[in-house]
């Protein structure tokens, strides 16, 4: 713009010149005018070879600013490429058609197509997804919105040589630009090897868990009949270290018995038993049965009776009660001496809230989700309780999800925590 403008105003300057030279300094025959003129048109000659040696800096300028540019875009290209190539999931490009602009090798690794047999083609015709046989692989951009720009989803898909594989799927799409919608990304990873190693796991615990059962139980069965005097009486030291290995027995069976109780719930072994039930109708009796508990504690424990009827909702009572007992038994064991635990439940729209709070230690921040995977405890809870297994919430979780409820937390460490379950109505 300011170029254009500098040109406009030479034109200018030279047509007043030339004008203004043909008149005063030939056409008016003075000699003073005449000399005068030859002046201002050496300074214009001086002005108009200085402009043009400025106008060629700025343009030499300018190259090296584009050349610079180019190199920088280049070298970013090559640096993406890179990371495409060098990334172990798989990825896919696509444009705003859900045509494949490109893959990397990855793709070709997981999947067996080769870039010159997909690059080009529509997703849905390379890509094929049993479960979405009309968009193949890339079903999950329909779920994108402009609140939840990415979606993920597992799906077994099948090879090019037939192979059926279990792939993790993430999607993403690229802002719209302009009024254009943006291009799309798929990254994919193999999940074959990952949920077989997860079988093995469950395998071996499951199996460890029943060859241990028997022969502990059979160990501490035979403790006890040591300690009744069953075999004669015993001495005060023979009974003590008796006690001992009864208590730690107890420990092992009752962890070898949560990791059966896991195993055959994930195997879907045990089939839950459903009944017609009042929730309420079940928690005073677990209460009263945990009552010695939080006496010895001098722990104050209520029951909050809901203010309105609660509607009957279809459980399996015995692993529900188990799930409670376990939640009332945390709270009370995580809760100093005096402290409170409260029980409720209220009816909501689609469910029923059941709730446990307590005054206890609580759960540091960050920590509430990992609470309920296998194993997890918190070091606080450690300090209170050495002995915990880590495993009760986790079987709590399993057991809320086989009704189709859902079990969390809310807690602040330090003041208290309260245990929701939502069972649905
Ligand atoms: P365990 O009590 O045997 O460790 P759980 O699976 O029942 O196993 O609980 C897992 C962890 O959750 C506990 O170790 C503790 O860190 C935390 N937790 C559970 N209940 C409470 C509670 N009421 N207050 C504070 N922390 C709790």
Request: one cysteine or more.
């Amino acid at each position: 713009m300011l170029k254009k403008t500098n040109n406009v105003i030479d034109i200018f300057v030279w047509l007043g010149v030339v004008v203004a030279a043909a008149y005063f300094g030939f056409l008016s025959y003075d000699p003073f005018a005449s000399r005068m003129t030859v002046i201002a048109l050496i300074w214009l000659a001086g002005y108009w070879t200085l402009r043009t040696h400025q106008a060629m800096k700025e343009s030499a300028g300018e190259r090296i600013e584009i050349e610079t540019e180019s190199r920088e875009i280049k070298f970013q290209k090559e640096r993406l490429e890179a990371f495409l190539e060098l990334s172990h999931d798989g990825i896919i490009i696509l444009d705003k058609d859900n045509n494949v602009l490109r893959i990397n090798d990855s793709i070709t690794a997981i999947t067996g197509y080769t870039k010159s047999e997909v690059i080009g083609q529509q997703i849905s015709n390379v890509f094929k997804c049993e479960k979405y046989q009309e968009t193949g692989l890339s079903f999950g951009l329909a779920f994108l919105t402009d609140q939840k720009p990415d979606y993920y989803e597992e799906v077994t898909f099948t090879t090019k040589d037939g192979r059926p594989i279990d792939l993790g799927v993430h999607f993403g799409r690229a802002k719209k630009h302009e009024g254009h919608r943006g291009a799309s990304l798929i990254l994919i990873r193999d999940l074959t090897k990952i949920h077989a190693a997860e079988s093995l796991e469950h395998d071996f615990v499951s199996m460890t868990s029943h060859q241990l059962f028997t022969p502990l139980s059979i160990i501490r069965g035979h403790i006890s009949m040591l300690l009744d005097g069953d075999v004669g009486k015993m001495s005060e030291k023979q009974n003590y270290f008796l006690n001992q290995s009864l208590q730690a027995t107890k420990r092992m069976v009752h962890l070898v018995s949560e990791l059966l109780s896991i195993s055959r719930l994930e195997e879907r072994k045990i089939t839950l038993n459903f009944t017609t039930i009042k929730i309420n109708e079940l928690i005073p009796s677990l209460i009263d049965e945990m009552m010695p508990l939080s006496a010895h504690k001098k722990i104050k424990m209520t029951y909050k009776k809901p203010s309105v009827s609660l509607p009957a909702i279809s459980v399996d009572t015995e692993k529900i009660s188990q799930v409670l007992q376990n939640l009332i038994d945390n709270a009370i064991k995580y809760t100093p001496n005096g402290g409170t635990v409260t029980v409720a439940c209220e009816p909501r729209a689609h469910d029923v809230l059941i709730s446990i709070t307590d005054s206890g230690i609580g759960v540091p921040t960050g920590e509430t989700a990992k609470l309920f995977q296998r194993f997890y405890r918190c070091a606080n809870a450690v300090n209170v309780d050495s002995k915990g297994t880590g495993l009760g919430l986790y079987i709590a979780r399993v057991i809320v999800e086989r009704h189709n409820g859902k079990i969390w937390v809310e807690s602040t460490e330090g003041k208290g925590s309260t245990f929701y379950i939502a069972l649905p109505r």
